[in-house]
């Protein structure tokens, strides 16, 4: 079965730097992009970006331009999500969701645990 | 960026009540639009995709209807297992962008 398993939580000082993964299994990764959300304490949810697994391209959100990196290593079907520069406002949980088109559109139909990034 | 606003942003029901949440786009998305559903602690579930398509394994009382800029997310007889918050979100460009979520409170 499909699963996108993430890694645990982290606790940062302001200005550090975070790295989250995210291993799939049950599917090709090379033929789904993953999709990074954020969702800050008591809010509601924030997409960040995506990479393909296939080559490496990604797009991130403005907002995070600058300060996110998403990379990903198919030997290990694992891709990764870097913040930089963390400030209190970046703690949240962090999640990855597979991205797949349905009826020709796209959407997340598969999401990892969540890993909850702590900057204090 | 397309902006994605639902309402309400909370509401108090019963079991065995019909709940509608609506969820508007800033400008038309062409029916690229996605319902999730959220449990406490837990990421969110795909219920609906393309406005309308009930996803696999989701319970037939929800569904999901409209076009354009409104959009609208049913649940025909509340269960207590639906008390969630529930959000939309869109794929007809990027950035994805979401909606603020709709709480769904036991009355």
């Known amino acids: 079965q499909v699963q996108l398993v993430q890694s645990g939580a982290e606790v940062k000082k302001p200005g550090a730097s975070v790295m989250v993964s995210c291993k799939a299994s049950g599917y090709s990764f090379s033929v789904y992009w993953i999709h990074w959300v954020r969702q800050a304490p008591g809010q509601g949810l924030e997409w960040m970006g995506w990479i393909n697994p296939n080559g490496g391209g990604t797009n991130y959100a403005q907002k995070f331009q600058g300060r996110v990196t998403m990379t990903r290593d198919t030997s290990i079907s694992t891709t990764y999500m870097e913040l930089s520069n963390l400030g209190s406002d970046d703690t949240a949980v962090y999640y990855c969701?597979?991205?797949?088109?349905?009826?020709?559109?796209?959407?997340?139909?598969?999401w990892g645990q969540g890993a909850l990034v702590t900057v204090s | 960026d397309i902006q994605m606003t639902q309402s309400p942003s909370s509401l108090s029901a019963s079991v065995g009540d019909r709940v509608t949440i609506t969820c508007r786009a800033s400008q038309s998305i062409n029916s690229y639009l996605n319902w999730y559903q959220q449990k406490p602690g837990k990421a969110p579930n795909l219920l609906i995709y393309a406005a309308s398509k009930l996803q696999s394994g989701v319970p037939s009382r929800f569904s999901g209807s409209g076009s354009g800029t409104d959009y609208t997310l049913t649940i025909s007889s509340l269960q207590p297992e639906d008390f969630a918050t529930y959000y939309c979100?869109?794929?007809?460009?990027?950035?994805?962008?979401f909606g603020q979520g709709t709480r769904v409170e036991i009355k």
């Open positions: 979100q869109q794929s007809y460009s990027m950035p994805r962008t």
């Open positions: 969701a597979r991205g797949i088109l349905l009826a020709g559109k796209g959407c997340f139909d598969y």
